[in-house]
Structures are given as structure tokens and as C-alpha cells.
């Protein structure tokens, strides 16, 4: 099997593949516990799963997370990040109650974010594949047809 047809969803061939950033809120150091980095590790895995996201990897550092994902096409990747975040929190306070105390509006991540996209080909693949497959004609009229007026 290729890899077009892996990547096959209703009406369209695609990846939407993705690297999300998010910080704890004031940059608090909340996963320098063991115990409470585990407990982060599984809340954002339980978030994904129940939102159809596919963690290809993920890390959590002292005080952000990197999350590498594959979203359903559908999803926009900002969308997908904010569940994630959002689950994931809740998940959090609700094992670790004492974070409470630390968050007492109960928001654990920063609203910042950081997301960029991860695709299976370079830039330079993409700019060959138009240039070899979509050249433009020599007789090409930029105008649309039907279009009067002035001579360009």
C-alpha cells in the first residue's frame, strides 16, 4: 500500500500533520514531579484519543509540552490544540487537586500557542512536483474568458 492510499478519508487524500507547543500558565514549573508529568503524558494521550487525534510523539518538559499529531482533515489544527489543552487540564485538576491551589482560576496552560506543519515532502519537492506536472502553457491568458476592456 502506498502511502496516498493510507492517508485516504472521506472525499480527500491528505496530511495534516502537526508540532503543538503549549506552556503551563506564568511558566510555572507544575511537571518538575515526576508524578505529576506522568499524570500530564496520560491526560494529553486520554484528550487525544477522545478527540480522534493520533500522537505520533510527545515530550513534557518542566513547564511546557511538545505534541507531535496527526489530525482527522477535518480538524483545523488550532482547534485541535485547544481541545487538547482544555481535556487535558481538566483531566489534570481533576488527579492532582492540589494544582488547584497554584491555579485557582483553573487554567493551566498559557493562551499562547505554537503550531506548524509537518508534511511527508520538503518545500522543494512541492515547487518540483508544480513545475514538472502543472507547467504553465506558452499560450496561457491570464484573463478570464469573456473578460473585455483593456489590453494587458
Not at 1 to 7: A, E, G, L
Not at 78 to 90: F, H, M, Y
Not at 112 to 126: M, Q, V
Request: glycine content about 6%.
Amino acid at each position: 500500500m502506498n502511502i496516498y492510499q493510507s492517508n485516504r478519508h472521506a472525499h480527500s487524500v491528505g496530511w495534516s500533520t502537526w508540532h503543538f507547543e503549549c506552556c503551563t500558565k506564568y511558566r510555572y514549573k507544575v511537571f518538575s514531579n515526576h508524578y505529576i508529568k506522568n499524570i500530564c503524558f496520560i491526560a494529553i494521550q486520554e484528550a487525544a484519543r477522545r478527540h480522534k487525534i493520533d500522537i505520533i510523539d510527545s515530550e513534557v518538559d518542566v513547564d511546557h509540552v511538545h505534541v507531535i499529531a496527526s489530525l482527522p482533515m477535518s480538524m483545523a489544527p488550532t482547534v485541535a490544540l485547544n481541545r487538547l489543552k482544555g481535556l487535558s487540564a481538566k483531566i489534570i485538576f481533576d488527579l492532582v487537586p492540589n494544582l488547584g491551589k497554584l491555579y485557582k482560576k483553573g487554567h493551566l496552560w498559557s493562551s499562547g500557542k505554537f503550531c506548524a506543519s509537518i508534511g511527508h515532502i520538503t518545500l522543494d519537492k512541492a515547487k518540483k512536483y508544480l513545475e514538472d506536472h502543472h507547467a504553465k502553457a506558452s499560450n496561457w491568458n491570464p484573463r478570464p474568458l469573456g473578460w473585455g476592456g483593456c489590453q494587458i
